[in-house]
Structures are given as C-alpha cells and as structure tokens.
Nanobody, 116 residues
Framework: QVQLVESGGGLVQPGGSLRLSCAASGSIGSINAMGWYRQAPGKERELVASITRGGITNYADSVKGRFTISRDNAKNTVSLQMDSLKPDDTAVYYC??????????WGKGTLVTVSS
C-alpha cells in the first residue's frame, strides 16, 4: 500500500499563486509516475500534470505555461507550483501515484479556490 498526503490548498485571488505538495509513504519502491488530478463541482476528475521517475512531464493543455510539476525521488514527494491562477482552476486537487504494475493510489484531496 501507498499513502499519499497532500498539503498546500486554500483560497487565492485570480492571478495569484499556490504550491501543492504531496508526500508518499508505505510501499513506495515501485512507484513510476506521480501527479495531480483535479475535480471541479459537477465535472469529472481530470489529469492536471504528471511526472515519471525519470522526470518526463505531461500537462493538461489548460495549465501549460502556468503550472509546473516537480518531484524529489529521494524524499518521495511531488509538488505542483500553480501560477496565474484562474477561477476555472477551482477544484479539489488529488495527488496520484502509479506503480510499474499499473496499481494506482490516491490522496484524499486538497481544495483550491480561486476567487476575488
């Protein structure tokens, strides 16, 4: 089992920044990709950004150029720097981990609200 704990959500004004962090613990040795998904009210959960153990990144078109994902393999953490936030970015953000075996794990989520 893998446990994922997110931190860093909150309320921010449009144009502002937030940094989300996620710490993994447990059976973490075979984790390949880590990343962030989000789910807005009334919408399906969607991929925001992901990063492999080797550092290959993938971003949703809606966040390219504004969000940056990073990972510290030694500390088993993944972070999401979110800049130029928009009201449409309001959602619950979930940390995600995928093992080489394709088993997937989720954090409990952290709420990000972008509003003036």
């Amino acid at each position: 089992q893998v446990q994922l704990v997110e931190s860093g959500g909150g309320l921010v004004q449009p144009g502002g920044s937030l940094r989300l962090s996620c710490a993994a613990s447990g059976s973490i040795g075979s984790i390949n990709a880590m990343g962030w998904y989000r789910q807005a009210p009334g919408k399906e959960r969607e991929l925001v950004a992901s990063i492999t153990r080797g550092g290959i990144t993938n971003y949703a078109d809606s966040v390219k150029g504004r969000f940056t994902i990073s990972r510290d393999n030694a500390k088993n953490t993944v972070s999401l720097q979110m800049d130029s936030l928009k009201p449409d970015d309001t959602a619950v953000y979930y940390c995600h981990a995928r093992k080489y075996s394709d088993m997937r794990y989720w954090g409990k989520g952290t709420l990000v609200t972008v509003s003036s």
